[in-house]
């Protein structure tokens, strides 16, 4: 049976990620159920890096994840990882009062965000309708995140520091011996001293399958939809639009309008589908707030997010079994965060001090021990 030092059960983002800063220090090997890694919410992802509009904590790991992908270790990608797109917040007439908070509150914390009158919004995005608009502003520091690119550099690094990305192996069961986990699955039996639940919507399904006490982790599904633009329209040069409450969103996607209503509905762990009301509440939405009338829905899909009961991810080992350690509930913020979360467990399992940006911008990580949850 082979052994390596720490197995990895899931091979999205959080699995991934960690595994790339893990393997130059132990050998490694993650465990993906999947034909192919980021099947499920790391490829379903809308993928915009953001520094704000998460917890404090959330932000201040963005922060230090956006140095990573502004400059990538040579060799981690072959396309820049972020590409400026910047973000336009609106509220509907009534809503002013909201926008101007929410604008104050960017300005204060030194952020460089621009006031627009109803008819700059419009000149921002020219289908947006006038008589709708209450109030806009524009906000600078928004990018989209490559996604394929991000997971395939860390599944580069992982294997060129020698891990072993394993697909096709779903956990059957796992025990733990007294000195190491016996981790058995569809695709073989492997040992490691160490076991890590990076499996997302199933980290609490994993969780049992290895004896240990859940953390109440809940998945929730997300809706997206793409439309077609008018032939003037060029998708490329649009932002980010997003309703001041976080009732909907929209951007650019492939040339075409990607839209979601933001829905987070608690579901079972699953390969999710869309619901018909979450896809007619993204169009509902859209010719609301823009003079589109939508004629067909070229595609639509959903995906999954999974949250804590604090909402913050879930980082160390468990009370109950020491060899068994969570990376899991990274909410909505799993591939922004990903560089700071999948060095911040790698240290913490190498027994490694966090490089000293987690201090400089105020992380401790026994703000996401699963000791927490209890």
Not at 238 to 253: A, G, S
Not at 334 to 344: K, Y
Request: aromatic fraction near 8%; proline fraction near 7%; charge should be negative.
């Amino acid at each position: 049976m082979q052994h390596h030092d720490v197995a990895i059960i899931g091979g999205g983002i959080a699995g991934l990620s960690l595994a790339s800063f893990l393997a130059p220090h132990r050998s490694v090997a993650v465990l993906e159920r999947e034909a192919a890694n980021g099947y499920h919410s790391t490829g379903r992802s809308a993928a915009e890096f953001t520094l704000r509009d998460n917890a404090p904590v959330v932000n201040a790991l963005a922060r230090i994840s956006h140095a990573f992908m502004a400059q990538p270790p040579e060799g981690f990608a072959t396309a820049p990882l972020l590409t400026a797109r910047g973000s336009l917040w609106i509220g509907a007439t009534g809503k002013e009062d909201a926008v101007e908070r929410a604008r104050l509150k960017a300005a204060a914390a030194g952020v460089a965000v621009v006031p627009l009158t109803v008819d700059e919004a419009v000149r921002h995005v020219p289908f947006l309708d006038p008589a709708y608009l209450g109030a806009a502003y524009f906000d600078p520091d928004y990018w989209d995140i490559d996604v394929d690119q991000l997971l395939q550099g860390y599944a580069r690094f992982a294997r060129r520091a020698g891990a072993e990305l394993i697909s096709g192996a779903e956990l059957l069961r796992a025990r733990h011996d007294g000195r190491r986990w016996i981790v058995e699955t569809s695709a073989g039996a492997i040992s490691a001293d160490i076991l890590v639940n990076a499996a997302g919507g199933w980290a609490d399904t994993v969780a049992a399958l290895c004896g240990v006490a859940p953390a109440s982790i809940v998945p929730h599904r997300r809706t997206a939809i793409t439309v077609d633009l008018p032939a003037e329209i060029d998708a490329a040069a649009l932002p980010e639009i997003n309703e001041i409450d976080d009732t909907y969103y929209f951007k650019p996607d492939a040339g075409r309008l990607l839209v979601s209503p933001a829905d987070e509905t608690p579901c079972e762990p699953a390969d999710v589908q869309p619901e018909e009301l979450d896809v007619a509440y993204a169009a509902h939405y859209l010719e609301e707030a823009t003079t589109l009338k939508i004629g067909r829905i070229a595609s639509s899909w959903a995906g999954m997010r999974s949250f804590s009961a604090d909402r913050l991810p879930v980082i160390g080992p468990a009370r109950d079994n020491a060899a068994f350690f969570w990376l899991a509930g990274q909410g909505g913020y799993g591939i922004l965060t990903s560089p700071a979360l999948g060095q911040l467990a790698a240290a913490l399992i190498a027994g490694m001090p966090p490089a000293d940006v987690f201090a400089r911008e105020g992380v401790d990580p026994a703000v996401f021990s699963p000791l927490r949850l209890d």
